[in-house]
C-alpha cells in the first residue's frame, strides 16, 4: 500500500503531494489534492502500479491520469485555457518518499456572452435558450454544458420523433473573457418505429413483455416513451435486466429491440417436524409472481404448529395453530389493463405473545379485487378495489377476556356463548377497500429515485351488512432520493450507491355509530399495532414487538429514514443506517403527536432467488421506559420479505 500526505503550500501555482512507499504491496487508489485559489479538490483513479518500479512509470502515470483529469476539473470551473507547463519528479532526500511539483497555467475565467442558433425551424431561438439552462453571464462550464445538451435539447425533439437531432457548439473566444456560442442544428427526418423485437425471454411469454410497452409500431418515435416502456418492463421484477437499443433502418425508419434477462422470480419455502402430543408441525408454501411465464401471481401457504399463549395473568401456555391461504391475481384480463384476482384463507390462531390477544381466534374468509391502470394524472397510478368477507370466532376461558373493552366491550355480552370448554363470540364481517397508487420508483429492489404511494380507504358493515361496522383510511408514502454515486474496481466496474429513503404513514379507524341493540365491532385485526417487525403490526425498529403505544388503537403515525449503501446489484444487496419515530394512540382525545416513540440504528438487506427479501437489523430505542429493567433499548430483527 502507499500513503500520501498533504502539504499545504503558500504557492497556489504549484501542486505537491508525497507518496510514501511500501514495498510490500502496491497501489489500489491514488488521491491528488490540489490547492487552488477556490477551494480543495480530489481527484481520485485507479492504478496498478508496483512501488519497485514507481520511479519509471511515475511520469507517464501522471501524464496519462492526473492531468486529464486536473484538466477537465479547471475547464468545468470556466478555465478554458488550463494547461499544465511543466512536471518534475524527484526523491524526497530528507525522508522516504517522492515529490512532485506540477507548474499550471490557470488562464483567465470565461464567461458567456452571446447564446445563438442557426438551423433550427420547429423550436425558437427563445424556446431552446430557456430549455438549455444555461444563461448569458454565466462561467463556462464544459460538463454542464455538454449535460444541458444531451439531457435538455436532446429530448426536445426526439420525443417529437427527431431520432436523428444533433446540436453541435461551436465556441468562439471573444476579449479576454467572454465566450459566444452558436449551436449548428440539424433536425433530421420524422422517424417512425418499424417494428419492436423482445429476445432473451426464454420463460416469459411475449406478450406478457409487450403490454408493458407505451410505444408501438407505426408510432412516432418518442424518447420518453421509450424510457417508460423500459422502467415498465423492469418494474415486473422478472428481469435481472433489461437493455433497450434502437437500431436506425433509414432516415426515417427505426426498429426497438428489449434484450431481457430472465430472472428466478418465484419463492417458496417447506419445514416439517412431528411430536407425540400435537402431531405433523411445518408446511410452507410457495409464490409465483410470473406463474407459467404469464405474469400471472399464483401463492399458496400452509403452516401448522405450536404458538406460545399470552394470558392475562401473566402465565405461559401452548396452543397448536394452523393456517391456509391461497390466492391468484391477473393482471391483464383479456390483454386488457384489468386486474382481476381472488383470495381464500382459513386461520386457527392461538394467544400469541406477538398478537397480544388474550383469545383464540377461527377466521375463515375470501375476497374479490378489480383493478385498472389510471392514464390521469399520469401513467404510475392506478386503482383497485376489493370485496372481501369473514366468518369470525373468538374463544377464550375467561368470559371477561371478550369483554375487555380494548377489544370488544361489553355490548357483545349477551351474544357470547359457552360450549362447555370455553366462551365464544362470533361475528361476520363485509367490507368494500378501495386503494388509489402510484409507483414511479426506478428499481423494484434498490430505488434511487422516484415514490410509491398508497391510500387504502376500507368501507366495513353499514349497508353492507355483517356486524362488523366502521370505517378506515390509511395513507403511505415511500419517496427515494440519489445521495451519491462512485466507482471502483479494476477499470471502475463496479458501482456503489448512495441513496435516501423516507416513510410517512398515517391511519385512522372509526366506528360506524349503530342502534344500541345490534351488535357492531371493531376486529382486533382492523386496529393499529407498532413495535418490532413481527407481521401482526407497524414496524418500528429499536422495540420489542408491539410494545409502542397502546394495544389495537385507532390512530397510528409513523415516519422513516434510511441511509442506503448498495454492494451488489445480482443479487441486490444493500447496507442501512436508519430513524425512525411513531405511535399508537386509542382515539382523537389521547391523539399527542409531539409524544413520539424514537430510535436509530443499522442492519443489512440481500434478495435471494427463490427465498426473496432478507434483512437483520440492530436498534436502539430512545425512548424505552427506563423504569422497566426488563426492557432492553437494544433491540435485534430479523426480517424477512418485507421490501422497505
Known amino acids: 500500500k502507499i500513503n500520501f500526505n498533504l502539504y499545504n503550500l503558500d504557492d497556489l501555482k ?25 477551494e480543495t479538490i480530489i481527484i481520485q483513479f485507479l492504478c496498478q502500479i508496483s512501488p519497485i518500479i514507481l520511479n519509471i512509470l511515475l511520469n507517464s502515470f501522471i501524464h496519462d491520469e492526473s492531468h486529464t483529469e486536473i484538466k477537465e476539473y479547471y475547464k468545468n470551473k470556466g478555465y478554458r485555457d488550463f494547461y499544465i507547463v511543466n512536471e518534475q519528479v524527484s526523491l524526497n532526500k530528507t525522508e522516504d518518499g517522492i515529490v512532485i511539483d506540477l507548474d499550471i497555467y490557470e488562464g483567465p475565467k470565461y464567461f458567456y456572452r452571446n447564446i445563438t442558433w442557426d438551423g433550427n425551424v420547429i423550436y425558437s431561438d427563445e424556446e431552446l435558450n430557456q430549455r438549455l439552462g444555461i444563461m448569458e453571464g454565466d462561467s463556462f462550464n464544459q460538463i454542464k454544458l455538454m449535460m444541458s445538451i444531451s439531457e435538455n435539447v436532446n429530448p426536445l425533439y426526439m420525443d417529437d420523433g427527431y431520432f436523428h437531432f444533433q446540436a453541435i457548439p461551436k465556441i468562439t473566444p471573444i476579449s479576454k473573457d467572454s465566450l459566444d456560442i452558436n449551436f449548428l442544428i440539424s433536425e433530421g427526418e420524422l422517424v417512425t418505429v418499424r417494428k419492436i423485437i423482445i429476445s432473451g425471454n426464454a420463460k416469459t411469454y411475449e406478450n406478457v413483455v409487450r403490454r408493458e410497452l407505451m410505444i408501438y409500431p407505426g408510432d412516432t418515435f418518442s424518447r420518453k416513451k421509450l424510457l417508460d416502456s423500459y422502467r415498465d418492463i423492469f418494474m415486473l421484477n422478472f428481469f435481472n435486466d433489461v ?18 434477462d430472465e430472472k428466478e422470480a418465484g419463492q417458496a419455502n417447506f419445514s416439517m417436524g412431528y411430536s407425540g402430543v400435537t402431531g405433523f408441525q411445518g408446511g410452507g408454501g410457495f409464490q409465483f409472481p410470473n406463474f407459467l411465464g404469464r405474469g400471472q401471481l399464483l401463492s399458496l401457504s400452509y403452516n401448522r404448529g405450536l404458538s406460545n399463549s399470552y394470558q392475562m395473568s401473566g402465565n405461559q401456555s401452548e396452543s397448536v395453530s394452523q393456517s391456509f391461504n391461497i390466492e391468484f391475481q391477473e393482471p391483464w384480463l383479456l390483454d386488457t389493463p384489468n386486474l382481476v384476482g381472488g383470495s381464500f384463507y382459513y386461520q386457527e390462531t392461538g394467544q400469541t405473545i406477538y398478537s397480544r390477544l388474550p383469545f383464540d381466534q377461527n377466521r375463515i374468509g375470501g375476497s374479490l379485487t378489480w383493478g385498472r391502470k389510471f392514464k390521469w394524472p399520469d401513467a404510475y397510478f392506478r386503482g383497485n378495489w376489493r370485496l372481501s368477507i369473514s366468518k369470525n370466532s373468538y374463544l377464550s376461558e375467561n368470559r371477561s377476556n371478550l369483554l375487555n373493552p380494548l377489544y370488544f366491550g361489553s355490548k357483545i355480552d349477551s351474544y357470547i356463548e359457552y360450549n362447555g370448554d370455553d366462551y365464544l363470540f362470533s361475528n361476520s364481517g363485509v367490507s368494500l377497500s378501495q386503494i388509489i397508487s402510484r409507483d ?10 422516484g415514490s410509491s404511494m398508497n391510500w387504502t380507504s376500507t368501507l366495513s358493515g ?19 432520493s440519489p445521495l451519491y454515486e462512485f466507482k471502483y474496481g479494476r477499470n471502475n466496474k463496479n458501482i456503489s450507491k448512495f441513496a435516501l429513503f423516507q416513510n410517512v404513514k398515517v391511519g385512522v379507524v372509526k366506528s360506524i355509530p349503530t342502534s344500541a341493540n345490534e351488535l357492531s ?43 442506503r449503501i448498495s454492494l451488489s446489484d445480482s443479487p441486490t444487496m444493500y447496507l442501512l443506517m436508519f430513524m425512525e419515530t411513531g405511535n399508537v394512540w386509542s382515539d382523537f382525545n389521547d391523539l399527542k ?9 443499522f442492519g443489512g438487506r440481500i434478495f435471494m432467488p427463490m427465498i426473496g427479501m432478507l434483512g437483520y437489523d440492530i436498534g436502539y430505542g430512545i425512548d424505552i421506559d427506563k423504569s422497566n429493567p426488563n426492557m432492553n433499548p437494544w433491540q435485534y430483527h430479523f426480517i424477512f420479505g418485507v421490501p422497505f
Open 462 to 480: 353499514s349497508f353492507l351488512g355483517g356486524e362488523e361496522d366502521y370505517h378506515k383510511h390509511v395513507f403511505d408514502l415511500k419517496w427515494f
Open 593 to 601: 403527536l409531539f409524544e413520539l416513540n424514537r430510535s436509530v440504528g
Open 14 to 38: 504549484s501542486v505537491f503531494y508525497k507518496i510514501d512507499r511500501d514495498f510490500s504491496g502496491y497501489c489500489d487508489k491514488l488521491k491528488i489534492y490540489i490547492l487552488n485559489l477556490y
Open 243 to 260: 437493455a433497450p437499443n434502437v437500431i436506425p433502418v433509414g432516415d426515417d425508419e427505426i426498429d426497438i429491440l428489449f434484450d431481457v
Open 521 to 563: 365491532t371493531i376486529p382486533p385485526s382492523s386496529r393499529f399495532l407498532m413495535g418490532g417487525t413481527n407481521p401482526y403490526g407497524n414496524m418500528l425498529r429499536g422495540y420489542e414487538e408491539n410494545s409502542v403505544g397502546v394495544y389495537y388503537g385507532k390512530i397510528l403515525f409513523k415516519y422513516s429514514a434510511e441511509i
Open 440 to 449: 414511479s420508483r426506478n428499481h423494484p429492489e434498490f430505488p434511487t429515485s
